[in-house]
């Protein structure tokens, strides 16, 4: 009886011993395949970039993933909408370029909201936008609302406002000289800049639905 427990260790040793070197050998052969697919790209002139996110694009979203479980930022509009991700979507009026927003297609003269505190950065006429507004957040972060309709009563370029506070309401404003209105259905422009740089609002959006 013992010596039948030992052969079955001795056995139970070696297949244990069989499964890493096989383990290992395949992850060896693995690491041999990917070096070589890599110089062969590179010899035919491929260039091969691994991306991983940057320091500030990291902490922006853990910031805003715990914003959003405190209630820290806001859906900026208030009413029905509706809307999808349209980030890079061309355009073509002033010259072939890409959305750099998100589009929230709403009913003229719905109410917009500052989606955070923060300060009126810019208010006025822009060819592309429209009535807009520029608020600087107090996370640093550049907002921007486009095609409004008209402006909240109060509103004004150096005015602190409050996260949830009505900056101004959707139109088709925009694409042409002052005044200019009804090229397309109503809806606001919303945009994000992080360090003058545009960034997709679209996933930040969707988890700032909750806090409306």
């Known amino acids: 009886m013992n010596m039948k427990f030992t052969v079955l260790g001795s056995q139970q040793r070696w297949l244990g011993s069989f499964l890493l070197v096989l383990i290992l050998g395949l992850l060896m052969f693995l690491g041999v395949y990917i070096c070589i697919f890599w110089i062969l790209l590179e010899a035919n002139g491929v260039t091969v970039k691994l991306e991983f996110p940057t320091v500030r694009e990291q902490i922006q979203w853990e910031e805003v993933g715990k914003g959003q479980l405190l209630g820290k930022y806001v859906f900026p509009v208030l009413g029905s909408y509706n809307y999808s991700d349209s980030w890079g979507a061309p355009r073509s009026f002033g010259g072939e370029r890409q959305h750099e927003g998100t589009d929230i297609f709403a009913l003229w003269g719905t109410p917009l909201i500052a989606v955070t505190d923060g300060l009126i950065e810019k208010l006025g006429w822009n060819t592309y936008g429209g009535w807009r507004i520029g608020l600087r957040g107090e996370d ?41 209105t009804g090229r397309f259905p109503p809806h606001l422009h919303f945009g994000i800049y992080i360090d003058g740089q545009a960034t997709n609002p679209y996933p930040y959006l969707k988890m700032w639905e909750g806090n409306r």
């Open 140 to 180: 640093g972060i550049y907002y921007y609302y486009a095609h409004l309709s008209s402006y909240a009563a109060g509103i004004y370029p150096g005015k602190r406002v409050s996260k949830g506070e009505i900056l101004g309401y959707a139109g088709n404003s925009g694409y042409g000289p002052v005044g200019t």
